[in-house]
């Protein structure tokens, strides 16, 4: 079985900046697509970014773009997301997600590893 676990979550102003780590274990990290998500309460769970089994290919959501960024270290088994210019409206649970069997994935159903989840807070 798949393992992740995400920290680096916590409060930040807005405006802020933020870096959410992902560790994974239990598989060969670097042969699989990674992802990030997001669920804020009482809200569906949304797409936040994808990296490909090299780190060579990202997507992002347009109303993303440019403050987030997606990286992976495959020697440590690990995704980043580093977050800037936050909003209050990025307040959520981020989960970090593993695709098995695509090169990169930026829709929910492809992903069938997920982590437990960090809180992200930021303040107005």
């Known amino acids: 079985q798949v393992q992740l676990v995400e920290s680096g979550g916590g409060l930040v102003q807005a405006g802020g900046s933020l870096r959410l780590s992902c560790a994974a274990s239990g598989r060969t990290f670097r042969i699989y697509a990674m992802g990030w998500f997001r669920q804020a309460p009482g809200k569906e769970r949304e797409f936040v970014a994808a990296?490909?089994?090299?780190?060579?290919?990202?997507y992002y959501p347009d109303s993303l773009k440019g403050r987030f960024t997606i990286s992976r270290d495959n020697a440590k088994n690990t995704v980043y997301l580093q977050m800037n210019s936050l909003k209050p409206e990025d307040t959520a649970v981020y989960y970090c997600?593993?695709?098995?069997?695509?090169?990169?994935?930026?829709?929910?159903?492809?992903?069938?590893?997920w982590g437990q989840g960090t809180q992200v807070t930021v303040s107005s």
């Open positions: 990296i490909s089994r090299s780190g060579s290919n990202t």
């Open positions: 997600a593993l695709a098995p069997r695509v090169t990169i994935a930026t829709t929910r159903i492809l992903y069938d590893y």
